[in-house]
């Protein structure tokens, strides 16, 4: 090709952001933006989420088929023996926290050195290591950030539980299991996002499973990815009753500032997952305060989502995942700096599903880019510029 064409060839039309591209085939997730839908390797997000336990719901991800109880049951023992972290990854956390380093940073210094035990094992045994280590990680540190050891995992609890008594324990009651393994159901795949991208990207080159998911929770540590859900809740308390909601929602929107937790750059209807962690949210068994607080959290769903349709007509901007995931999380007695890595306790699954299935292709993902810079610039020596 000569340098014209080549020019002619860069100077086609380029897409901001990737809007409208497809850089892969999967059979993992569908989003339906225009029709509100998530369909989960076949299943709908509204049956999965409060139905199936979290390493159904993987195990379903994984490999395209549900675990008859035989399946389930051995998927579940290699999971819950697999939990202990390597040595390095326990000196990392310990390290972090006397830094006070923040949650999902530190959770992204410890995900480097998960294969520090077990440099050679294979690629299955490898993700399945790296999922039952995930929740570890972030119970570990929020314990040590409270001053206290990590606990030891336990083996007779599933991945939910068992990140529920590592975080206080005390075994948990069945509800909130329920609640976060609904939460965590949800979250586990959405299509090719940001993290998951990423993921994948570095999994093409034939680089390994935990360089890609150290990529990936670093690109979910950007806030325009991962960051949104304690906004979300610190915009509930702060407007604190609810006949603040209209003059606080208004003050905002005058401003034309976004309300967190409303719109999503996909959905153009209502977020589906929004839809499963308001239920899950309403079933979980609530303190007076979580009460009060749940409450005031509709009201102000109700009264932003028709603000909203007021101030920005046409623009169908509904109620996303996030505003329900921090009521649940919230509901289950977590602070908002560990929203973030609670979700990558899930979602690291999806990032592990589309690595295996990057891996499967064998194809390097190397998009192009539309040059816009100076052509003939001419050189000019050191002594003679001005």
Request: hydrophobic share 40%; aromatic share 6%; net charge negative.
């Amino acid at each position: 090709m000569t340098y014209p064409e080549t020019m002619e060839k860069n100077m086609q039309t380029a897409s901001s952001g990737l809007d409208g591209v497809i850089a892969a085939e999967t059979r993992l997730s569908h989003v339906d933006g225009l029709r509100g839908r998530l369909v989960i390797a076949g299943v709908s997000v509204e049956d999965l989420a409060p139905n199936a336990s979290f390493e159904e719901a993987v195990y379903l991800l994984w490999n395209d088929a549900l675990p008859t109880a035989a399946d389930l049951a051995s998927f579940e023992e290699r999971l819950a023996a697999r939990r202990r972290l390597p040595g390095a990854a326990s000196r990392t956390l310990h390290d972090a926290a006397a830094k006070r380093v923040p949650p999902i940073t530190a959770l992204r210094m410890a995900a480097g050195t998960l294969d520090a035990d077990q440099p050679d094992a294979g690629t299955r045994e490898q993700a399945e290591s790296v999922l039952a280590q995930f929740p570890v990680i972030v119970a570990s540190y929020h314990r040590l950030l409270a001053g206290l050891e990590p606990l030891e995992p336990r083996t007779d609890l599933g991945a939910a539980a068992n990140y529920l008594y590592m975080l206080t324990g005390m075994e948990p009651p069945s509800d909130r299991v329920r609640a976060l393994e609904t939460y965590w159901n949800t979250v586990m795949d959405h299509g090719l996002n940001a993290s998951t991208f990423t993921a994948r990207v570095i999994v093409s080159t034939r680089s390994d499973l935990i360089s890609a998911v150290t990529g990936a929770v670093g690109a979910l540590k950007g806030p325009l990815h991962g960051g949104a859900p304690g906004p979300a809740l610190g915009m509930v308390f702060e407007i604190g009753s609810a006949q603040n909601a209209e003059p606080y929602l208004r003050g905002k929107l005058d401003r034309d500032e976004r309300l967190m937790g409303f719109g999503h750059r996909i959905y153009r209807v209502r977020d589906p997952r929004a839809d499963v962690l308001s239920d899950a949210a309403a079933r979980l068994v609530r303190s007076a305060e979580f009460e009060e607080t749940y409450a005031l959290a509709r009201h102000v769903e109700e009264v932003a989502v028709r603000l909203l349709a007021e101030y920005k007509p046409g623009r169908g901007l509904q109620t996303n995942v996030e505003f329900y995931t921090a009521l649940l999380l919230h509901g289950l007695g977590l602070e908002a700096d560990f929203f973030t890595p609670t979700f990558a306790a899930s979602r690291v699954a999806g990032w592990l599903a589309h690595c295996l299935e990057q891996m499967e292709s064998g194809r390097i993902l190397r998009p192009e880019s539309r040059y816009v810079g100076q052509v003939n610039r001419p050189w000019v020596r050191q002594d003679e510029r001005a």
